[in-house]
């Protein structure tokens, strides 16, 4: 890769992969990034559950609509990703929500998503979050603790075709100086 930029703009989101495993090794590469990610206060709210079984995969992919694009990928990647964040830690201060928004843990999982995704990306493999499922059928097939949301899921394997890149809003359109 030339450079961070190029990295960010080969990214894609992969919804056809190859009937090739991912080993642990890679699995450890990716998880050590994450680790690494920036949260609230350093919490570290993620919880990260790695689904290889095909039944629970195939039960997982059940709560996803068929009309969502990626409702294939569930089962044909080789590994699963079941994130989550852990509640009533991140944005809090002595047991009290310290921010306008609350509970500060979908902020802190988008980061790590991102480091997931892109830390895929450097080892070679694809990507896809997936949220829009039912998030508490998802998270009883996984004896999701009451104290953690599960709040995506992701597909990770060896690309089995590359998607070029969507559009993009122009810069001047999200940008404003001094004011709104």
Known sequence: MEGFLDFVQTRRSTRKYEDRDVSDATLAE????????????????????????????????????????????????????????RLNRSGFYKDAVTTKFGDWYMF??????????????????????VGLFDHD????????????????????????KISRAPERRDITDFTHNDSF
């Open 108 to 129: 802190d999982l988008g980061i790590a998503t991102q480091t997931l995704c892109l830390a895929a990306h450097n080892a070679g493999l694809g990507t896809v979050i």
């Open 30 to 85: 990716i998880f050590e990034a994450v680790r690494w990610s920036p949260s609230w206060a350093n919490t570290q709210c993620w919880e990260i559950v790695v689904v290889r079984d095909p039944a629970s995969r195939k039960k997982l992919q059940e709560t996803i609509g068929p009309q969502n694009p990626a409702t294939k990928a569930i089962t044909a990647a080789p590994v699963l990703i079941a994130l989550g964040g």
């Open 137 to 160: 059928r998802a998270g009883r097939i996984l004896n999701v603790p009451e104290d953690v949301e599960l709040v995506a899921l992701i597909p990770i394997g060896y690309p089995a």
